[in-house]
C-alpha cells in the first residue's frame, strides 16, 4: 500500500465529511451536520466560511427537488495556517444533481463564457460542468454562517488580501468534488488574472487534490487547466493531484476510450445487468465524438475486486467509487466516516416495502 500523506488524509476526510446531512431537506440541517461532524472529527481544521448549501426548487420535471445539490466550505489549519476549500461530490439521492450536473454531457460550452481569461475558444466543458461551477461560484450563506454575505470569490479574495505572505489554498472534493477541485482551482486563478489582482496571485500558494472526478471537458480543456495550474509563473507555487482507483468508473467517464472498459471491469466475478448495459449505452451516445480527456496525470488508488450480493455492477461500481479511497485514512478514521456518513445516507435510500439499507450487508466480503 502507499505510504499516504497526512494533507491526502485530511483531504479525503474533508470531502467525505461534506457528504454529511445531505439527505436532509432543510439547508439548514445540511449545513448544521457537515459543520457539526467537522468539528467532531477535525478540531483542529476551523471552517471560516459555510458550509454554503444549495437548494434547487420543485419544478415539472423533478418534483421532488428538494434536497441540497451544492454545497462548499472553507476551513483553516489552526496549526499550519494553510486554508483547504472543500467541494461536496454529488448528493447521491438528488435526482436534480444527477439529471443537471452529473449526465449533462451532450452539450458543451467554451471555458471562457463561464470565466474570462486567455482560453482558447475550443477549450470546452459539459454543460454539467458549467452547471456545477455556476451553481458553486453563486453561492450564498445562510444567515448566521460563518461569511455571511461573502460570495466564494470575495471569501477567496479577501483570504488573499489578509495574508500578509504566501497563503495555502488547497482545493479538494470526492466524485463531483474531485471533477470541482481543479476546475474551480482555474475559475480561481482565471479571476485574479482577469479581475487585474495578480498581486493576489503571486500569493497564491496552489494545491488541488482531487478524488474520483468524472472528466469535465475536451482534450483543449483538459491542455488549457495543465498550463494554468501547473508551472504557472503567476503564482507562488503549485501542487495539483488527481487520484483515481482503475476499478472504479467515475474517473472514466467521459472520455470514450476508457468507457469502452466498463462492460467487462469487474468480469468474470461480476457482469454489467442489461439495465446498466443501457444505461452505458446512452452514456457512451451521448459522449460520442465530444472529445472529453481528463486532465493531469493519475495518481492510482489500489483496490480490488470485492464480490456483492446478488453480483450486482451497480453496487460494485458503488463500492469501488467511495471504500477504495476511504482506505486511505487510518482504520478508525474510516469506519467514523462510514458510521457518520455513508450508512445514514445509504438508509435513506428507502422504497415502498422495503426495509431501508444497511451498507455492509451489500458486500459479501465485509459481511463474512
Known amino acids: ?50 458550509p454554503a448549501v444549495h437548494q434547487p426548487e420543485p419544478d415539472k420535471i423533478v418534483k421532488a427537488a428538494k434536497l441540497s445539490d451544492a454545497l462548499a ?40 463564457h463561464l470565466q474570462a481569461g486567455p482560453a482558447p475558444a475550443d477549450a470546452l466543458v459539459s454543460e454539467g460542468t458549467a452547471t456545477a461551477v455556476a451553481l458553486r461560484r453563486e453561492l450564498r450563506l445562510l444567515p448566521g454562517e460563518k461569511g455571511e454575505g461573502l460570495s466564494l470569490a470575495e471569501a477567496l479574495v479577501g483570504i488573499l488580501e489578509g495574508s500578509g505572505g504566501p497563503c495555502v489554498l488547497r482545493f479538494t472534493g470526492h466524485s463531483l468534488g474531485g471533477l470541482l477541485s481543479p476546475v474551480m482551482a482555474l475559475w480561481l486563478v482565471d479571476y485574479l488574472e482577469d479581475s487585474g489582482r495578480l498581486d493576489l496571485a503571486a500569493k497564491l500558494e496552489l494545491e488541488v487534490y ?16 495543465e ?29 470514450a476510450a476508457t468507457m469502452a472498459g466498463m462492460p467487462k471491469l469487474y468480469e468474470p466475478e461480476i457482469a454489467m445487468q442489461p439495465l446498466m448495459r443501457s444505461l452505458y449505452g446512452l452514456c457512451m451516445q451521448l459522449a460520442e465524438g465530444k472529445g472529453y480527456a481528463q486532465p ?13 450480493r446478488h453480483g450486482l455492477y451497480l453496487l460494485e461500481a458503488a463500492y469501488q ?7 486511505i485514512l487510518p482504520p478508525e478514521r474510516k469506519e467514523s466516516i462510514i458510521r457518520e456518513v455513508l450508512q445514514p445516507l445509504a438508509a435513506s435510500v428507502t422504497m415502498k416495502g422495503l426495509k431501508p439499507v444497511d451498507l455492509k450487508s451489500l458486500f459479501a466480503a465485509e459481511s463474512r
Not at 74 to 81: A, N
Not at 210 to 225: E, I, M, R, S, W
Not at 296 to 308: E, G, K, M, Q
Not at 321 to 327: A, G, M, R
Open 227 to 255: 498550463s494554468r495550474l501547473e508551472a504557472n509563473p503567476a503564482l507562488a507555487s503549485s501542487i495539483v493531484k488527481r487520484y483515481a482507483n482503475d476499478l472504479d468508473v467515475a474517473p472514466r467517464a467521459w472520455d
Open 296 to 308: 493531469l496525470p493519475r495518481i492510482p488508488v489500489p483496490s480490488a475486486i470485492v464480490p456483492t
Open 321 to 327: 467509487h467511495s471504500v477504495p479511497y476511504l482506505n
Open 1 to 50: 500500500m502507499p505510504a499516504w500523506t497526512e494533507t491526502e488524509k485530511l483531504t479525503v476526510e474533508l470531502s467525505f465529511i461534506s457528504l454529511a446531512g445531505c439527505w436532509h431537506t432543510d439547508p439548514r440541517q445540511v449545513a448544521s451536520a457537515v459543520s457539526g461532524l467537522e468539528k467532531s472529527m477535525l478540531p483542529r481544521q476551523e471552517i471560516v466560511w459555510g
Open 73 to 112: 466550505f472553507i476551513c483553516r489549519d489552526l496549526d499550519t495556517g494553510a486554508y483547504s476549500v472543500v467541494f461536496r461530490g454529488t448528493n447521491t439521492i438528488s435526482a436534480a444533481e444527477w439529471l443537471f450536473q452529473d449526465f449533462m454531457i451532450q452539450k458543451q460550452q467554451p471555458w471562457s
Open 210 to 225: 482531487g478524488y474520483a472526478g468524472p472528466t469535465p471537458g475536451n482534450a483543449v480543456f483538459a491542455d488549457y487547466l
